[in-house]
């Protein structure tokens, strides 16, 4: 057995590499995926929505676990074009900092954020989420939607989560996550083909992330796997991507505008789809409080 529990960059390099990946895909992204660029949710036992419904439902359930108050104060922290935060904003009447480390993705989620009309209730600035600028207790919820995956350092991460929130303050995470810490070489190898073409970090076993929080101080803290309801996404998002593999002239167009990197990208998707099938890539959601 080995493990692929640990950052596969550097700080600097994945920072680097996440800033060109972002702003140079942004576009194929948005295009491919929507606007909600995560995973979506499917009920069980409830007639298929859609996949874009779906997307706005996994929002909806992560609010509802929290629960996210009306009015309060959030971080997004890796907010990435702003559709949560948008969103929060909307529904709820929320101000929501969004944090993120590409310019591109600050520019669209502002776009975003006046095209809805919530640009006095958001913000969308260039930081690094394990390392903020925000005074002690200065939000009410911090929301990490697949962000957390992206850090190199969980720790730092939610250290720093717990730092900006009040006493009383929530903090809800959902990120992907590994089944367990005892993978086979081969299991391994995969994961570290997704952290590649996906420009992550490094996953975690949502009892990890239990662990790390209990050990920051963190209070009523409660974790649920949403494996079986968010592993249609690749499903779907495999069917999306083959007409593009399949259509030559398409692929030399992304090629000049993208570079030799789409091929890796493209290819990420299947691998991702395997990686649930092969129940090596989990999908996992905390909630925890910062003790009065």
């Known amino acids: 057995m080995t493990s692929a529990l640990t950052p596969r960059w550097t700080t600097p390099d994945l920072h680097h590499a996440i800033k060109d990946h972002y702003d140079g895909l942004i576009e194929l992204y948005e295009d491919l995926w929507g606007e909600h ?167 975690l076993p949502l009892d990890h992330y239990q662990a790390i929080a209990e050990e920051l101080g963190f209070a009523e803290i409660r974790t649920v796997d949403w494996s079986e309801r968010v592993s249609d996404t690749w499903k779907l998002s495999t069917d999306i991507v083959k007409p593009v593999v399949r259509d030559p002239s398409m692929i030399w167009k992304m090629i000049r505008a993208k570079g030799m990197d789409i091929f890796r990208f493209l290819n990420s998707v299947p691998l991702m789809k395997q990686a649930y099938e092969r129940d090596v890539m989990r999908y996992g959601v905390l909630r925890a409080t910062r003790p009065l």
Not at 62 to 87: K, Q
Not at 90 to 105: K, P, W, Y
Not at 134 to 140: K, L, N, Q
Not at 157 to 165: K, P
């Open 37 to 203: 660029i995560h995973h979506g949710y499917w009920a069980e036992g409830e007639p298929d929505p859609g996949r874009h419904a779906a997307q706005v439902r996994l929002v909806d359930e992560l609010i509802a676990f929290g629960p996210v108050p009306e009015g309060t104060r959030v971080l997004d922290a890796g907010c990435g074009i702003g559709a949560s935060a948008v969103y929060l904003a909307e529904r709820l009447g929320c101000r929501v900092d969004g944090i993120t480390l590409s310019a591109e993705q600050v520019g669209r989620a502002e776009t975003k954020a006046s095209e809805a009309g919530v640009s006095d209730r958001t913000g969308f600035r260039l930081l690094d989420a394990m390392h903020t600028d925000y005074p002690d207790a200065t939000f009410d919820v911090v929301w990490a939607l697949e962000s957390c995956e992206l850090m190199p350092d969980k720790k730092a991460f939610l250290a720093e989560c717990h730092r900006v929130l009040k006493p009383g303050g929530t903090l809800l995470v959902a990120t992907w996550c590994a089944r367990d810490d005892r993978l086979a070489p081969d299991e391994a190898r995969l994961l570290d083909r997704i952290y590649r073409d996906f420009v992550v970090s490094h996953v």
